[in-house]
């Protein structure tokens, strides 16, 4: 009997009505492994009306308490690395040590949650005006709800609930229908690390459970990272029903390669920011720009480096790049290197004709020169193995083409030009920059968001920016009278003189 994912409330796996569900696969062998529950808006209520008890309990526990809760779940979550990668590329693809990596990434968010007691102090004016104090706080906002892509089945989650957790929330998250259990384990995990029944929740569905959270009067914040359409209406549904809501969405990020880069160390961060995990990551290097004579070399080095990748089951050790999340979405990425070809595009390396195993959703890598702005290659978000390299004359029109480009998550440039390099980071409008770095995925005191069609919302995820995003803050005018003159007579032991 094929194996059926559950929702997680009140501190166990909870059972749904099985009314819909949706398959999910081993993406490296086509095989079903499992039906997800999707839940309808009734399945959203519980869970929610399970979080608004929480939040009101857990808004009180101690700094001290949240921070051993997140110290515990810090240790756990770092003892079940491999574990939880081994279920992301079961259900995701990604080579082993990518899902790795990507606990690891996450794991840094935990730890910069651990500072809560830090991080939400407040300030203090003491007379601000005679025998008038004024002091600030952040407070919980309630129930808050995390809904995440495919892509990051544990790091996306991880960015949200430790800062929204630590800060006194209930958190409820819906991760992607098509990579459910990595959630589990996180709700597994945060279960023995004792946080409290309720305050971590999760509800497994596609849109009608995203449309239910959105509409839920009790859920007063919503962290969603996807794609651009969705992150849309995520922003202006929520929004218009007076929630905060940060959506970050999609991208198509650019590579800057200088004539004085060092051309091995770009052409290996090209590779491999272009190919890793398939090119199914939101950071991902869609585009190279090549400016002036670095074109030929550059796309020589990186075709060099291709046929080194090898493509296959991202659970066997060896393997450099896993399959797609889909059949359907293999077959669109390859949809776009035949059009990139038919529209003019010179076809160096082409993954369609690539020797790939069995059944999985597999593609080959795919290098395109010559491609310009009009060709579909370069104006969608493809999310595939697919790198472009756009052939420029000089910095201002490689600047001008990043500028001009509709998303804005992160960019890079290669150069040993320090002016270079110091006027692309000032110029460039994109949210998150490298100078010789292919992904520049801030560290987790950072805060990570891109600008443009990649963000809507004026927080960036995690760091500071997401506590920020999960209290609200409260000022405080006090006067107290003069305690020489106490009504109550009640001798206070303050100093009589002033
Ligand atoms: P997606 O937008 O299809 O799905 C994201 C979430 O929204 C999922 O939980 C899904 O169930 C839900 N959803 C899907 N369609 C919906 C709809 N019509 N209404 C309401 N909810 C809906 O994205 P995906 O395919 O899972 O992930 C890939 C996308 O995410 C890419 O565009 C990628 O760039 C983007 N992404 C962005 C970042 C970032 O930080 N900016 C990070 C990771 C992924």
Known sequence: MTKRTTHWTSGRPTPGTGARTSPVYNPATGELIAETELAGPAEVDAAVADAVRAARRWRESSLSR??????RFRELLSAHTEDLAEVITAEHGKVLDDAVGEVRRGLE???FATGVPHLLKGSYSAQASTGVDVHSLRQPLGVVAGITPFNFPAMVPLWMCGNAIACGNAFVLKPSEKVPSAAL????LWQEAGLPDGVFN????????VDALLAH??????????STPVARHVYE?????????QALGGAKNHAVVLPDADLDL????????AYGAAGERCMALSVTVAVGSVADDLVAAIAARLPGLSVGDGAKPGTDMGPLISREHRDRVAGYVAAGAAQGATVVVDGREAEVPGDGFFLGTTLLDHVTPEMTVYTDEIFGPVLSVVRVDTFDEALALINANRYA????????????????????????VGVNVPIPVPVGYYSFGGWKASLFGDTHMYGPEGISFYTRGKVVTSRWPDPAASPSGIDLGFPQTR
Do not use: C, W
Not at 66 to 71: I, P
Not at 217 to 226: E, I, L, N, Y
Not at 266 to 273: R, T
Not at 409 to 432: K, Y
């Open 66 to 71: 949240r921070a051993a809760v997140l110290f």
């Open 109 to 111: 968010n935990i730890e």
């Open 185 to 188: 384990l996180l709700a597994e």
């Open 202 to 209: 999760v509800v497994q569905g596609d849109r009608v459970a």
């Open 217 to 226: 009067p009790d859920v007063a914040a919503v962290s969603f990272v996807g």
């Open 237 to 245: 549904t929520g929004t218009a029903r007076g929630k905060r809501v």
């Open 266 to 273: 770009a052409a290996d961060a090209v590779v491999s920011a």
């Open 409 to 432: 998550n992160g960019t890079a440039i290669f150069t040993r030009d320090g002016g270079a390099a110091r006027r692309f980071q000032n110029e460039v409008e994109v949210g998150m």
